[in-house]
C-alpha cells in the first residue's frame, strides 16, 4: 500500500522525509516523490520510479541544498493502482502553474468524471493517475485560503483518500484530509509530523492524534488544527503510542518476519497480561463494554477478516462452538460485504484485522453495523479504522508487524479469540472447574510457542531438505484444519511455491491424484480429537510415495515412525494445538523462503495492508 510522510519543523524537511519513507517500504510500493517548500523558495519536487535509496540519490547528486534547508515538505512510496510505476506516475502531483502539490493513498472513484471536467476548464493532466484530478481540484477552488480550497477539492471526491497538500503560497504549512484511508500525526516539539503509519512517526513522537473520516487537518512547525470538510473546528484527542522507535526496527534479525516469529512467546503474553479473572476463573476483555447480561444475549457469532485473520478466526469458530455453545460461521469479509448478509438483532460480529485498515474489513465493519449488529473488532493497530468503527473490541497487544507475512499477529488473535471463548462460556454453562482448566491451558501457551521455537535446527534441516519442491499439501483436521490453510498461505506468500491447505478427510475426494514422490504433505498429527484418522491419512500419503512432514505430538512414537520428517510439538488441548503448530509451520515456510533466496519481508506482489478492494 501506499505510504505518505508529511513534515513541518526546524530540521531539514528532505532528510526527515526520506527518513520517513525508509520506514514505510514494508508497506509494499514502486516508486516514491517529495515535495518541499523551502522557506522563501520555490516548491523542490523530485520522484521517480523505484525504491527510496533511489531517489535519495537522485537528490544528494541533483539537489544537494534540499537536503540541508529547512522548510516543509510532503513524501510518498506509490503502489500502483491507476497507471503504472513510473516517474510521471510517481507522487506528489500538481497543477499547472505547480502552486499545489498532493500525495495521495486511496481510490477517486470518480476520477474520470472529475478529470474530463477538468480538461474542459483547461487542465493539463500529466499522469494518468487517479490522485492528479485532486491538485488541479485545489488550484480551481483556491481563493487565498489553502485549507478551504483543500476542504471545497475533497467535497467533489467520491471513493477513499488520505492527502497532504503544500504550496509555496502558504510556506510553512501543510493540509492534511483522510476518508476511508489512515492518517496520524505525531505532536513533537516545535515540529510536527503526518504520515499513513507510526511506524515513520515514531523516532520523532510517541504523541499522536488520529484522524477521522471526514477530517481536515492545518498543520504548521507550531500547531495543528483539525477541522471538518465544512471548516468547522473538531476536537481530536492526543494519546501517547507505547510502541518504541526500535520496536519497528529489525533488531538482530535477518529479517522482520523471524524477528516477529520469535516475539510470539511474548505478543502472546501481552494479549493475555491483565485478562484472566482468576476469581471467577473467567476472562478480563473491558474493551467489549458489555454487561453479563448483554454476553448471555448473544445468540450468534459471525466472524469476518481476510487472509490469516480469516484463518484465525476459522480457529476462533471451533472455540465458540465447543465452549460457549454459541452457532458461528467465519465469512471472507469481502463476501460478507455483498452477500447481503443475515443479520439478527443478537448477532455479535467480529471483524479480525491486525492493520485495521483492510478495505473488506471496514466494509464488513459498515455492514453490519448498517443491519444493526452488535460488533467487536479483533485489531493490533490502535486507532485503526477498523477498531475505531467497531466501538468495542480487543486489541491484540502484538506490537508493530512489519513482515508482509502476519505471524504475531495470527497467534495473538487466536489467543484472544480463547479469551473470549472462555468469557462467553463461562457466561454459558462452563463451570469454574472447566474455566479453571481453559486459564492453565491459555497461561501455557508462550512456553508451548517457546519449545517449537527451540526446534528451530530441525525445522531448518527438514525445510532445506524440500526447499526445492515446487508444491505442497497442508492437511489437518478440527482446529487444525484452519492451521493447514493458515501454514499453506505462509509457504506461498514468502516462498513463491505452491501450497494449498485441505482438510485431511478432503484428500481422497481429488487431491489425492496429484501426489507423487515430488509432491511433499505437512501433516497436522497432533495427538487431539483427529489424530488417528490423521495417521491414516499419513498412511494414504506414503502409498503414494509422496513425502510426509508430519508435526506430531512430543512422545507419540508411533505417529512418528509413519513419518518421513517430524517436528514435535508439546502436548496440548485442541484448544492451544493451533498457536505452536502454526508457529513450527511459519518456521518451515520461513527457512524453506530463506532457502530459495527470496525476499522475505516484502513478498513480490503483496502489501503489508490491502486498503482498496
Ligand atoms: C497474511 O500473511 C497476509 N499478509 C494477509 O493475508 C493478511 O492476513 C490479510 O491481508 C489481512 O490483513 P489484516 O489482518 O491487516 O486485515
Request: glycine share 8%; hydrophobic share 40%; proline share 5%.
Amino acid at each position: 500500500m501506499c505510504g505518505i510522510v508529511a513534515y513541518a519543523g526546524p530540521r531539514p524537511a528532505a532528510e526527515v522525509l526520506i527518513d520517513g519513507l525508509k520506514r514505510l517500504e514494508y508497506r509494499g510500493y514502486d516508486s516514491a516523490g517529495i515535495a518541499v517548500v523551502v522557506e522563501g523558495g520555490p516548491v523542490s519536487c523530485v520522484k521517480s520510479a523505484g525504491k527510496v535509496n533511489a531517489l535519495e540519490r537522485l537528490l544528494r547528486e541533483n539537489t544537494p541544498e534540499l537536503m540541508e534547508a529547512a522548510g516543509c515538505g510532503i513524501a510518498h512510496t506509490r503502489w500502483a493502482t491507476h497507471g503504472e510505476p513510473s516517474d510521471v506516475n510517481a507522487h506528489p502531483h500538481s497543477d499547472e502553474k505547480g502552486k499545489f502539490y498532493i500525495v495521495h493513498n486511496g481510490i477517486i472513484d470518480n476520477y474520470q468524471t472529475l478529470r474530463k471536467r477538468l480538461a474542459e476548464q483547461g487542465c493539463v493532466f500529466r499522469s494518468s493517475t487517479d490522485s492528479e484530478v485532486i491538485a488541479h481540484l485545489i488550484a480551481r477552488f483556491y481563493q487565498g485560503d489553502l485549507p478551504r480550497a483543500v476542504a471545497a477539492a475533497v467535497r467533489q471526491l467520491s471513493g477513499t483518500y488520505g492527502i497532504a497538500v503544500v504550496s509555496p503560497l502558504h510556506p510553512g504549512m501543510i493540509v492534511a484530509a483522510r476518508k476511508g484511508s489512515p492518517l496520524v500525526i505525531g505532536l513533537g516539539e516545535k515540529e510536527n509530523i503526518a504520515a499513513s503509519d507510526l511506524a515513520a512517526i515514531l523516532p520523532s513522537t510517541r504523541n499522536v492524534m488520529y484522524l477521522n473520516d471526514g477530517d481536515l487537518a492545518v498543520m504548521t512547525a507550531d500547531s495543528v488544527e483539525v477541522r471538518n470538510f465544512e471548516n468547522m473546528p473538531i476536537e481530536r484527542e492526543t494519546t501517547r503510542v507505547e510502541w518504541s522507535a526500535d520496536a519497528a526496527e529489525k533488531g538482530n534479525y535477518p529479517h522482520f518476519m523471524l524477528k516477529e516469529i520469535f516475539e510470539q512467546p511474548e505478543t502472546v503474553e501481552n494479549a493475555i497480561r491483565g485478562r484472566i479473572d482468576h476469581e471467577m476463573k473467567s476472562a478480563l476483555l473491558s474493551g467489549l463494554n458489555l454487561t453479563p447480561r448483554e454476553l448471555a444475549e448473544i445468540g450468534r457469532i459471525v466472524i469476518a477478516g481476510c487472509g490469516s485473520s480469516m484463518h484465525a478466526g476459522l480457529v476462533g469458530e471451533y472455540f465458540f462452538e465447543d465452549l460457549a455453545g454459541i452457532p458461528t460461521e467465519v465469512e471472507q469479509a469481502a463476501e460478507f460485504r455483498y452477500r447481503n448478509p443475515i443479520i439478527e438483532p443478537r448477532t455479535l460480529v467480529i471483524p479480525i484485522s491486525q492493520s485495521g485498515e483492510t478495505a473488506d474489513t471496514i466494509a464488513a465493519v459498515r455492514e453490519a453495523t448498517a443491519k444493526g449488529a452488535l460488533v467487536a473488532a479483533l485489531c493490533n493497530v490502535v486507532g485503526s479504522t477498523v477498531a475505531r468503527e467497531a466501538g468495542r473490541g480487543v486489541y491484540l497487544h502484538a506490537g508493530p508487524e512489519i513482515s508482509v507475512a502476519s505471524t504475531k499477529a495470527f497467534t495473538s488473535q487466536v489467543t484472544v479469540l480463547l479469551l473470549l471463548a472462555l468469557l462467553f462460556g463461562r457466561n454459558r454453562r462452563m463451570d469454574r472447574t472447566d474455566g479453571a482448566r481453559l486459564i492453565a491451558e491459555i497461561e501455557a501457551l508462550p512456553d508451548m510457542i517457546r519449545k517449537v521455537l527451540e526446534q528451530v535446527p530441525e525445522i531448518e534441516r527438514i525445510a532445506k531438505r524440500y526447499a526445492h519442491c515446487n508444491d505442497f499439501f497442508f492437511i489437518g483436521r478440527g482446529p487444525l484444519y484452519p492451521a493447514a490453510l493458515e501454514g499453506a498461505l505462509k509457504l506461498k506468500e514468502i516462498s513463491y511455491i505452491h501450497a494449498e491447505g485441505y482438510h485431511a478427510a478432503e484428500l481422497k475426494h481429488g487431491p489425492i491424484a496429484l501426489l507423487d514422490p515430488a509432491h511433499p504433505v505437512v501433516a497436522l498429527a497432533n495427538n487431539i480429537p483427529g489424530r488417528d484418522k490423521m495417521l491414516g491419512n499419513i498412511q494414504e500419503c506414503r502409498a503414494r510415495k509422496a513425502p510426509v512432514i508430519a508435526l506430531v505430538t512430543e512422545g507419540d512414537a508411533e505417529a512418528e515412525a509413519l513419518a518421513g520428517d517430524v517436528i514435535r510439538i508439546p502436548e496440548c488441548s485442541r484448544y492451544a494445538a493451533a498457536l505452536p503448530t502454526v508457529a513450527a509451520l511459519q518456521l518451515l515456510a520461513y527457512y524453506i523462503a530463506a532457502e530459495r533466496g527470496c525476499e522475505i519481508d516484502q513478498p513480490r506482489n503483496l502489501a503489508k495492508s490491502v486498503t482498496v478492494e
